[in-house]
T-cell receptor, first 108, second 113 residues
Framework: KNEVEQSPQNLTAQEGEFITINCSYSVGISALHWLQQHPGGGIVSLFMLSSGKKKHGRLIATINIQEKHSSLHITASHPRDSAVYICAVTFNNNDMRFGAGTRLTVKP | DAGVTQSPTHLIKTRGQQVTLRCSPKSGHDTVSWYQQALGQGPQFIFQYYEEEERQRGNFPDRFSGHQFPNYSSELNVNALLLGDSALYLC????????????FGPGTRLTVT
């Protein structure tokens, strides 16, 4: 069983919809990361969280340490948001483990 | 300020050959981590270098080795290439060994035929 589970695996939305991607992890972590990967491979770090909530533009990330769960929300989605979104966790030894990713397609 | 850079961008090798991939960290960063991402999967941690030493290692065989230079740049070497080594190899840099934000390079796509 993967230490980091994401859902859904694939997500198709219409432009303007509110999107939620979920991430669950199985053991204690020191930080959780949300990453965005566009076709071709380049990865951009969106958020790093250890508690609470962070917001950047139309993106919001939340984490519940007790429930070992995080969500990434995209408000007013746009076709340019189409990408693979990856949840990753860092353990105390700084080892980083990744989820399999959620492939998001936003249609105009 | 240049971000993380990797070279080459693409590489094609034959089974049994050896390959060296290179990574230059973001300015001010001293820690480099390497990841392997197979098609359709999330990245897998290979190892991490700090102060020119391998500090952490994932579940990869000894065919995968690395090096960090005094200027913090790093190399990933893979010997005796297998078809299954075909993947995108990502380098990420950060400052120190604590869980600071990692910055990823564009990756090197390795194809083994």
């Amino acid at each position: 069983k993967n230490e980091v589970e994401q859902s859904p695996q694939n997500l198709t939305a219409q432009e303007g919809e509110f999107i939620t991607i979920n991430c669950s992890y199985s053991v204690g972590i020191s930080a959780l990361h949300w990453l965005q990967q566009h076709p071709g491979g380049g990865i951009v770090s969106l958020f790093m969280l250890s508690s609470g909530k962070k917001k950047h533009g139309r993106l919001i990330a939340t984490i519940n340490i007790q429930e070992k769960h995080s969500s990434l929300h995209i408000t007013a989605s746009h076709p340019r948001d189409s990408a693979v979104y990856i949840c990753a966790v860092t353990f105390n030894n700084n080892d980083m483990r990744f989820g399999a990713g959620t492939r998001l397609t936003v249609k105009p | 300020d240049a971000g993380v850079t990797q070279s080459p961008t693409h590489l094609i090798k034959t089974r049994g050959q050896q390959v060296t991939l290179r990574c230059s960290p973001k300015s001010g960063h001293d820690t480099v981590s390497w990841y392997q991402q197979a098609l359709g999967q999330g990245p897998q941690f290979i190892f991490q270098y700090y102060e020119e030493e391998e500090r952490q290692r994932g579940n990869f065989p000894d065919r995968f080795s690395g090096h960090q230079f005094p200027n913090y740049s790093s190399e990933l070497n893979v010997n005796a290439l297998l078809l299954g080594d075909s993947a995108l190899y990502l380098c990420a840099s950060s400052f120190g060994l604590v869980a600071y934000e990692q910055y990823f390079g564009p990756g090197t796509r390795l194809t083994v035929t």
